[in-house]
Protein backbone atom coordinates (compact mmCIF):
# COMPACT_ATOMS: atom_id res chain seq x y z
CA UNK A 1 0.00 0.00 0.00
CA UNK A 2 3.24 2.52 -0.49
CA UNK A 3 1.03 4.27 -2.97
CA UNK A 4 -2.09 4.75 -0.93
CA UNK A 5 0.26 6.05 2.06
CA UNK A 6 1.62 8.23 -0.50
CA UNK A 7 -1.47 10.02 -1.33
CA UNK A 8 -2.49 10.14 2.37
CA UNK A 9 0.80 11.97 2.94
CA UNK A 10 0.39 14.43 0.45
CA UNK A 11 -3.10 15.40 1.02
CA UNK A 12 -1.71 16.09 4.78
CA UNK A 13 1.02 17.97 3.33
CA UNK A 14 -1.50 20.09 1.51
CA UNK A 15 -4.14 20.44 4.27
CA UNK A 16 -4.18 24.44 4.97
CA UNK A 17 -4.75 24.90 1.16
CA UNK A 18 -7.82 21.72 1.56
CA UNK A 19 -9.31 23.15 4.55
CA UNK A 20 -9.18 26.69 2.91
CA UNK A 21 -11.14 25.30 0.31
CA UNK A 22 -13.30 23.19 2.77
CA UNK A 23 -14.43 26.24 4.51
CA UNK A 24 -15.19 28.85 2.16
CA UNK A 25 -17.47 26.42 -0.05
CA UNK A 26 -18.97 25.01 3.17
CA UNK A 27 -19.48 28.75 3.91
CA UNK A 28 -21.41 29.10 0.67
CA UNK A 29 -23.32 26.41 0.89
CA UNK A 30 -24.67 27.32 4.23
CA UNK A 31 -25.34 30.94 3.42
CA UNK A 32 -27.26 30.22 0.44
CA UNK A 33 -29.29 27.23 1.83
CA UNK A 34 -30.18 29.46 4.72
CA UNK A 35 -31.09 32.18 2.49
CA UNK A 36 -33.46 30.12 0.01
CA UNK A 37 -34.56 28.74 3.19
CA UNK A 38 -35.71 32.06 4.84
CA UNK A 39 -37.16 33.06 1.49
CA UNK A 40 -39.78 30.08 1.10
CA UNK A 41 -40.79 31.21 4.62
CA UNK A 42 -41.49 34.78 4.31
CA UNK A 43 -43.86 33.83 0.99
CA UNK A 44 -46.87 34.46 3.06
CA UNK A 45 -46.03 37.86 4.80
CA UNK A 46 -47.24 39.41 1.36
CA UNK A 47 -48.72 43.22 1.68
CA UNK A 48 -50.14 45.29 -1.31
CA UNK A 49 -47.76 48.05 -1.53
CA UNK A 50 -49.73 51.62 -1.11
CA UNK A 51 -50.15 53.93 -3.83
CA UNK A 52 -49.62 57.44 -3.69
CA UNK A 53 -52.96 59.65 -5.25
CA UNK A 54 -54.36 62.98 -4.93
CA UNK A 55 -57.96 62.61 -3.08
CA UNK A 56 -60.57 65.80 -3.65
CA UNK A 57 -63.66 65.67 -1.83
CA UNK A 58 -65.60 68.18 -2.58
CA UNK A 59 -68.79 66.85 -1.40
CA UNK A 60 -67.54 65.91 2.31
CA UNK A 61 -70.49 63.93 3.70
CA UNK A 62 -70.32 60.83 6.21
CA UNK A 63 -70.76 58.74 2.69
CA UNK A 64 -67.42 60.12 1.26
CA UNK A 65 -65.07 60.09 4.54
CA UNK A 66 -66.20 56.53 4.89
CA UNK A 67 -64.61 56.11 1.51
CA UNK A 68 -61.75 58.10 2.39
CA UNK A 69 -61.03 55.63 5.44
CA UNK A 70 -61.60 52.81 3.60
CA UNK A 71 -59.43 53.79 0.51
CA UNK A 72 -56.70 54.52 2.84
CA UNK A 73 -55.60 50.85 3.73
CA UNK A 74 -54.41 51.01 -0.33
CA UNK A 75 -53.25 54.67 -0.76
CA UNK A 76 -51.49 57.41 0.78
CA UNK A 77 -53.05 60.85 -0.10
CA UNK A 78 -50.70 63.30 -1.56
CA UNK A 79 -50.77 66.94 -0.30
CA UNK A 80 -51.40 68.92 -3.47
CA UNK A 81 -53.09 71.81 -3.93
CA UNK A 82 -56.59 71.80 -6.13
CA UNK A 83 -54.91 73.60 -9.08
CA UNK A 84 -54.71 72.06 -12.51
CA UNK A 85 -51.10 72.60 -13.48
CA UNK A 86 -49.84 71.14 -9.86
CA UNK A 87 -51.55 68.21 -10.02
CA UNK A 88 -50.82 67.94 -13.83
CA UNK A 89 -47.23 67.98 -13.00
CA UNK A 90 -47.55 65.79 -10.12
CA UNK A 91 -49.03 63.08 -12.47
CA UNK A 92 -46.33 63.47 -15.03
CA UNK A 93 -43.32 63.17 -12.97
CA UNK A 94 -44.64 60.12 -11.16
CA UNK A 95 -45.46 61.76 -7.60
CA UNK A 96 -48.74 60.29 -8.01
CA UNK A 97 -50.69 57.33 -9.60
CA UNK A 98 -54.20 59.03 -10.02
CA UNK A 99 -56.48 61.95 -9.40
CA UNK A 100 -59.69 60.87 -7.82
CA UNK A 101 -62.10 63.87 -7.53
CA UNK A 102 -65.39 63.75 -5.81
CA UNK A 103 -67.76 65.88 -7.05
CA UNK A 104 -70.39 68.08 -4.99
CA UNK A 105 -73.65 66.55 -4.36
CA UNK A 106 -72.53 62.88 -5.22
CA UNK A 107 -73.49 61.35 -1.98
CA UNK A 108 -76.90 62.97 -2.34
CA UNK A 109 -77.51 61.56 -5.70
CA UNK A 110 -76.01 57.99 -4.81
CA UNK A 111 -78.51 57.77 -1.68
CA UNK A 112 -80.87 58.43 -4.59
CA UNK A 113 -80.41 55.46 -6.50
CA UNK A 114 -78.79 57.36 -8.64
CA UNK A 115 -75.72 56.73 -11.31
CA UNK A 116 -73.11 58.45 -10.76
CA UNK A 117 -69.51 57.89 -10.46
CA UNK A 118 -66.11 59.80 -9.26
CA UNK A 119 -64.02 61.46 -11.37
CA UNK A 120 -60.63 59.62 -11.73
CA UNK A 121 -57.36 60.29 -13.75
CA UNK A 122 -54.91 58.65 -14.06
CA UNK A 123 -51.42 57.00 -15.31
CA UNK A 124 -52.41 54.58 -18.85
CA UNK A 125 -51.73 51.24 -18.06
CA UNK A 126 -50.41 51.73 -14.62
CA UNK A 127 -50.39 48.55 -12.65
CA UNK A 128 -50.63 50.59 -9.58
CA UNK A 129 -53.79 51.64 -9.87
CA UNK A 130 -55.30 48.46 -9.76
CA UNK A 131 -55.38 48.28 -5.60
CA UNK A 132 -57.77 51.42 -6.10
CA UNK A 133 -59.87 49.96 -8.49
CA UNK A 134 -60.67 47.15 -6.77
CA UNK A 135 -61.26 49.40 -4.02
CA UNK A 136 -62.95 51.52 -5.82
CA UNK A 137 -65.52 49.17 -7.12
CA UNK A 138 -65.55 47.61 -3.92
CA UNK A 139 -66.84 50.04 -1.67
CA UNK A 140 -69.71 51.80 -3.83
CA UNK A 141 -71.19 48.17 -5.58
CA UNK A 142 -71.50 46.90 -1.84
CA UNK A 143 -73.20 50.33 -1.06
CA UNK A 144 -75.13 50.27 -3.74
CA UNK A 145 -76.71 46.84 -2.45
CA UNK A 146 -77.89 48.82 0.90
CA UNK A 147 -79.15 51.04 -0.88
CA UNK A 148 -81.10 49.27 -3.09
CA UNK A 149 -82.32 46.79 -0.72
CA UNK A 150 -82.44 49.27 2.64
CA UNK A 151 -85.24 51.89 1.94
CA UNK A 152 -84.50 55.06 4.38
CA UNK A 153 -80.90 53.84 5.21
CA UNK A 154 -78.99 57.31 6.39
CA UNK A 155 -75.55 57.62 5.08
CA UNK A 156 -74.21 57.48 9.17
CA UNK A 157 -75.71 53.58 8.71
CA UNK A 158 -74.38 52.99 5.65
CA UNK A 159 -70.75 53.46 6.36
CA UNK A 160 -71.04 51.60 9.55
CA UNK A 161 -72.34 48.74 7.71
CA UNK A 162 -69.60 49.05 5.03
CA UNK A 163 -67.02 49.20 7.56
CA UNK A 164 -68.21 46.26 9.20
CA UNK A 165 -68.64 44.17 5.99
CA UNK A 166 -64.76 45.18 4.60
CA UNK A 167 -63.51 44.89 7.68
CA UNK A 168 -63.96 40.49 6.87
CA UNK A 169 -61.27 39.07 5.45
CA UNK A 170 -60.28 35.08 4.55
CA UNK A 171 -57.05 33.36 6.14
CA UNK A 172 -54.92 31.56 3.63
CA UNK A 173 -52.64 29.11 4.17
CA UNK A 174 -49.94 28.30 1.52
CA UNK A 175 -49.09 24.79 1.47
CA UNK A 176 -45.81 23.28 -1.00
CA UNK A 177 -46.14 21.51 -3.90
CA UNK A 178 -46.03 18.02 -2.86
CA UNK A 179 -46.99 18.38 0.72
CA UNK A 180 -43.56 18.98 1.61
CA UNK A 181 -43.08 18.42 5.35
CA UNK A 182 -41.98 20.93 7.49
CA UNK A 183 -38.35 21.22 7.99
CA UNK A 184 -36.71 19.38 4.97
CA UNK A 185 -36.77 22.70 3.16
CA UNK A 186 -33.29 23.63 4.36
CA UNK A 187 -32.22 20.37 4.24
CA UNK A 188 -33.38 20.12 0.52
CA UNK A 189 -31.49 23.34 0.27
CA UNK A 190 -28.46 22.71 2.01
CA UNK A 191 -28.05 19.15 0.15
CA UNK A 192 -28.38 20.68 -3.26
CA UNK A 193 -25.44 23.03 -2.85
CA UNK A 194 -23.74 20.25 -1.34
CA UNK A 195 -22.96 18.88 -4.91
CA UNK A 196 -20.92 22.48 -5.92
CA UNK A 197 -19.45 22.47 -2.58
CA UNK A 198 -18.91 18.82 -2.80
CA UNK A 199 -17.30 18.46 -6.38
CA UNK A 200 -15.62 21.59 -6.36
CA UNK A 201 -13.31 20.23 -3.45
CA UNK A 202 -12.62 16.89 -4.25
CA UNK A 203 -11.78 18.14 -7.81
CA UNK A 204 -9.43 20.67 -6.36
CA UNK A 205 -8.33 18.06 -4.10
CA UNK A 206 -7.68 15.26 -6.12
CA UNK A 207 -6.08 17.27 -8.87
CA UNK A 208 -3.54 18.86 -6.81
CA UNK A 209 -2.57 15.12 -6.06
CA UNK A 210 -2.69 13.34 -9.06
CA UNK A 211 -0.58 16.74 -10.68
CA UNK A 212 2.56 15.44 -8.25
CA UNK A 213 2.28 12.05 -9.84
CA UNK A 214 2.19 12.64 -13.17
CA UNK A 215 5.28 14.97 -13.15
CA UNK A 216 7.36 13.09 -16.05
CA UNK A 217 10.88 12.15 -13.86
CA UNK A 218 8.12 10.46 -11.12
CA UNK A 219 5.82 8.79 -13.34
CA UNK A 220 8.97 7.50 -15.11
CA UNK A 221 10.65 5.92 -11.77
CA UNK A 222 7.28 4.93 -10.63
CA UNK A 223 7.00 3.00 -13.89
CA UNK A 224 10.37 0.99 -12.97
CA UNK A 225 9.14 -0.56 -9.48
CA UNK A 226 7.71 -3.51 -9.27
CA UNK A 227 4.20 -2.96 -7.88
CA UNK A 228 1.69 -3.61 -10.96
CA UNK A 229 0.22 -0.65 -12.74
CA UNK A 230 -3.50 -2.55 -11.40
CA UNK A 231 -2.31 -2.06 -7.94
CA UNK A 232 -1.20 1.60 -9.00
CA UNK A 233 -4.50 2.27 -10.09
CA UNK A 234 -7.12 0.38 -7.74
CA UNK A 235 -4.59 2.49 -4.43
CA UNK A 236 -5.38 5.26 -6.18
CA UNK A 237 -9.15 5.02 -6.41
CA UNK A 238 -8.60 3.63 -2.59
CA UNK A 239 -7.19 7.26 -1.86
CA UNK A 240 -9.58 9.23 -3.46
CA UNK A 241 -12.68 7.81 -2.13
CA UNK A 242 -11.02 7.76 1.16
CA UNK A 243 -10.45 11.54 0.65
CA UNK A 244 -13.96 12.07 -0.80
CA UNK A 245 -15.72 10.17 2.15
CA UNK A 246 -13.69 12.31 4.56
CA UNK A 247 -15.00 15.76 3.06
CA UNK A 248 -18.30 14.07 2.57
CA UNK A 249 -18.21 13.31 6.05
CA UNK A 250 -17.50 17.03 7.36
CA UNK A 251 -20.17 18.50 5.35
CA UNK A 252 -23.24 16.04 6.19
CA UNK A 253 -21.91 16.48 10.05
CA UNK A 254 -22.46 20.25 9.05
CA UNK A 255 -25.80 19.67 7.81
CA UNK A 256 -26.76 18.29 11.18
CA UNK A 257 -24.92 21.34 12.88
CA UNK A 258 -27.18 23.86 10.99
CA UNK A 259 -30.61 22.21 10.88
CA UNK A 260 -30.57 20.24 14.12
CA UNK A 261 -34.27 20.15 15.09
CA UNK A 262 -35.20 18.95 11.98
CA UNK A 263 -32.63 16.27 11.24
CA UNK A 264 -33.62 13.20 12.54
CA UNK A 265 -36.25 11.78 10.15
CA UNK A 266 -36.32 9.56 7.72
CA UNK A 267 -36.29 12.19 4.97
CA UNK A 268 -32.50 12.91 6.12
CA UNK A 269 -31.20 9.44 6.34
CA UNK A 270 -32.12 9.43 2.46
CA UNK A 271 -30.44 12.84 1.85
CA UNK A 272 -27.38 11.14 3.61
CA UNK A 273 -27.72 8.07 1.29
CA UNK A 274 -28.32 10.18 -1.94
CA UNK A 275 -25.13 12.69 -1.15
CA UNK A 276 -22.91 9.56 -0.41
CA UNK A 277 -23.78 8.34 -3.73
CA UNK A 278 -22.96 11.80 -5.63
CA UNK A 279 -20.26 11.49 -3.28
CA UNK A 280 -18.57 8.09 -4.99
CA UNK A 281 -19.68 10.20 -8.53
CA UNK A 282 -17.44 13.05 -7.87
CA UNK A 283 -14.96 10.82 -7.02
CA UNK A 284 -14.88 9.45 -10.41
CA UNK A 285 -15.10 12.75 -11.97
CA UNK A 286 -12.07 14.23 -10.12
CA UNK A 287 -10.05 11.33 -10.82
CA UNK A 288 -10.66 11.98 -14.19
CA UNK A 289 -10.12 15.61 -14.64
CA UNK A 290 -6.99 14.50 -12.28
CA UNK A 291 -5.38 12.56 -14.79
CA UNK A 292 -6.42 14.93 -17.93
CA UNK A 293 -5.22 18.40 -16.66
CA UNK A 294 -1.41 18.93 -16.95
CA UNK A 295 -0.89 22.39 -14.63
CA UNK A 296 -1.75 23.65 -11.49
CA UNK A 297 -3.54 26.76 -13.52
CA UNK A 298 -5.41 24.87 -14.95
CA UNK A 299 -7.29 22.81 -11.94
CA UNK A 300 -9.18 26.12 -10.64
CA UNK A 301 -10.62 26.82 -14.16
CA UNK A 302 -11.71 23.77 -14.78
CA UNK A 303 -12.91 23.15 -11.37
CA UNK A 304 -15.07 26.52 -12.06
CA UNK A 305 -16.84 25.12 -15.52
CA UNK A 306 -16.94 21.45 -14.37
CA UNK A 307 -18.82 22.49 -10.95
CA UNK A 308 -20.40 25.63 -11.27
CA UNK A 309 -21.49 24.61 -15.09
CA UNK A 310 -23.38 21.50 -13.72
CA UNK A 311 -24.75 23.40 -10.97
CA UNK A 312 -26.34 26.25 -13.14
CA UNK A 313 -28.47 23.90 -15.37
CA UNK A 314 -28.82 21.60 -13.02
CA UNK A 315 -31.53 23.20 -10.55
CA UNK A 316 -28.74 23.78 -8.07
CA UNK A 317 -29.19 27.77 -7.97
CA UNK A 318 -31.90 27.47 -10.15
CA UNK A 319 -34.85 25.49 -9.12
CA UNK A 320 -35.34 22.90 -11.87
CA UNK A 321 -39.12 23.98 -12.28
CA UNK A 322 -38.20 27.20 -13.28
CA UNK A 323 -35.23 25.97 -16.24
CA UNK A 324 -36.36 25.58 -19.66
CA UNK A 325 -37.07 22.31 -20.79
CA UNK A 326 -33.82 22.09 -23.55
CA UNK A 327 -31.49 23.14 -20.85
CA UNK A 328 -33.02 20.45 -18.80
CA UNK A 329 -32.45 17.77 -21.37
CA UNK A 330 -28.68 19.14 -21.57
CA UNK A 331 -28.75 18.62 -18.22
CA UNK A 332 -29.44 15.09 -17.97
CA UNK A 333 -26.31 13.72 -19.29
CA UNK A 334 -24.98 15.02 -15.80
CA UNK A 335 -25.21 13.63 -12.43
CA UNK A 336 -25.27 16.72 -10.62
CA UNK A 337 -29.12 16.87 -12.12
CA UNK A 338 -30.12 13.12 -11.26
CA UNK A 339 -28.60 13.94 -8.03
CA UNK A 340 -30.67 17.52 -7.24
CA UNK A 341 -34.08 15.45 -8.77
CA UNK A 342 -33.61 12.90 -6.18
CA UNK A 343 -33.13 15.65 -3.54
CA UNK A 344 -36.25 17.11 -4.30
CA UNK A 345 -38.23 13.80 -4.62
CA UNK A 346 -36.97 13.07 -1.09
CA UNK A 347 -38.32 16.17 0.33
CA UNK A 348 -41.78 15.89 -0.55
CA UNK A 349 -42.08 11.95 0.35
CA UNK A 350 -44.21 11.64 3.73
CA UNK A 351 -43.99 7.86 3.28
CA UNK A 352 -41.50 5.20 3.05
CA UNK A 353 -42.84 2.40 0.97
CA UNK A 354 -40.94 0.82 -1.93
CA UNK A 355 -43.44 2.60 -4.42
CA UNK A 356 -42.53 5.77 -2.74
CA UNK A 357 -39.17 5.77 -3.01
CA UNK A 358 -38.84 3.84 -6.11
CA UNK A 359 -38.12 7.51 -8.11
CA UNK A 360 -35.25 8.45 -5.33
CA UNK A 361 -33.54 5.07 -6.24
CA UNK A 362 -33.94 5.06 -10.14
CA UNK A 363 -32.33 8.60 -10.12
CA UNK A 364 -29.48 7.43 -7.54
CA UNK A 365 -28.62 4.48 -9.75
CA UNK A 366 -28.27 6.84 -12.63
CA UNK A 367 -25.51 8.44 -10.73
CA UNK A 368 -24.04 5.33 -9.81
CA UNK A 369 -23.70 4.78 -13.31
CA UNK A 370 -21.95 8.05 -14.37
CA UNK A 371 -19.67 7.41 -11.63
CA UNK A 372 -18.84 3.53 -12.93
CA UNK A 373 -18.64 5.44 -16.54
CA UNK A 374 -15.97 8.28 -14.73
CA UNK A 375 -13.39 5.72 -13.72
CA UNK A 376 -13.62 3.15 -16.44
CA UNK A 377 -12.51 6.30 -18.67
CA UNK A 378 -9.83 7.53 -16.22
CA UNK A 379 -8.71 3.95 -15.94
CA UNK A 380 -8.54 4.08 -19.60
CA UNK A 381 -6.83 7.39 -20.11
CA UNK A 382 -4.25 6.10 -17.54
CA UNK A 383 -3.35 3.13 -19.21
CA UNK A 384 -2.77 4.99 -22.21
CA UNK A 385 -0.68 7.30 -20.86
CA UNK A 386 1.39 4.68 -19.04
CA UNK A 387 2.07 3.05 -22.30
CA UNK A 388 2.86 6.26 -24.55
CA UNK A 389 5.59 6.98 -21.90
Known amino acids: MQVFKLCLKIIYKNKSLLLIYLVIFLSIS ?7 ANDTGTVNSFEPAKTTVAFMDKDNTPLTNGFKDELAKVADFADIPDEMNALQDALYFRRISCI ?3 PEGFSEQFMAGADVKLEKTSIPDSVNNVYIDLCIDKYFKTARLYVKNMDGITQQELVQYLKKDLSVTASTELKTEGNQIPGTTLSNNFFNYFSYS ?38 FILANLTFTFA ?18 NLNTVFYIISSFVFAFCCSGISFLIGNLVK ?11 VALGMSFISGVFVPQEFIGSPVLKIASFTPTYWYVKANNTIAKLTGFTFDAVKPVLYDLLIVIGFGLA ?12 RSST
Request: net charge positive; glycine share 2%.
Open 295 to 305: SRDAISAVTNV
Open 100 to 102: IRI
Open 247 to 264: SWLIMVLLCFAINYKNSF
Open 198 to 235: LLSIIILGMSTLMLIFNNHDLKMRNNCSPVSSASVNMQ
Open 30 to 36: SIMSLSA
Open 374 to 385: FFSVSLAVRKRN
